[in-house]
């Protein structure tokens, strides 16, 4: 069974710091773009970041662009999202995905149903 679960999400303080996680089993993803969107309450699930099957492109959203970093590590099958510098406004549950989709700037322009794989999500909260 093919499946992605991210995890490293919690409560921090603005300003502060996550690592996010995304492990994938079922079959290996290096041959996939991966990247990470977000979705607040009330609001359409969003594009943050994707980085390409090598890991040596990446693309961000404007809105967490110099703030936070996508990376990979296709021998550990994993995709990881460091956030810094985080905001009240990046309070969200973010998660993964996977597909073979290969022009990097269009992911922005993606509905959910047009990626290939999801995770379940994890809980970021950003306090003020």
């Known amino acids: 069974q093919v499946q992605l679960v991210e995890s490293g999400g919690g409560l921090v303080q603005a300003g502060g710091s996550l690592r996010l996680s995304c492990a994938a089993s079922?079959?290996?993803?290096?041959?996939?773009?991966m990247g990470w969107f977000r979705q607040a309450p009330g609001k359409e699930r969003e594009f943050a970041a994707v980085?390409?099957?090598?890991?040596?492109?990446?693309y961000y959203a404007d809105s967490v662009k110099d703030r936070f970093t996508i990376s990979r590590d296709n021998a550990k099958n994993m995709v990881y999202l460091q956030m810094n510098s985080l905001k009240p406004e990046d309070t969200d549950v973010y998660y993964c995905?996977?597909?073979?989709?290969?022009?990097?700037?269009?992911?922005?322009?993606?509905?959910?149903?047009?990626?290939?794989?999801w995770g379940q999500g994890t809980q970021v909260t950003v306090s003020s």
């Open positions: 980085i390409n099957w090598a890991g040596d492109s990446t």
């Open positions: 079922g079959r290996t993803f290096s041959s996939d773009a």
């Open positions: 995905a996977a597909s073979h989709h290969p022009y990097l700037s269009g992911w922005r322009y993606l509905s959910p149903a047009q990626l290939d794989y």
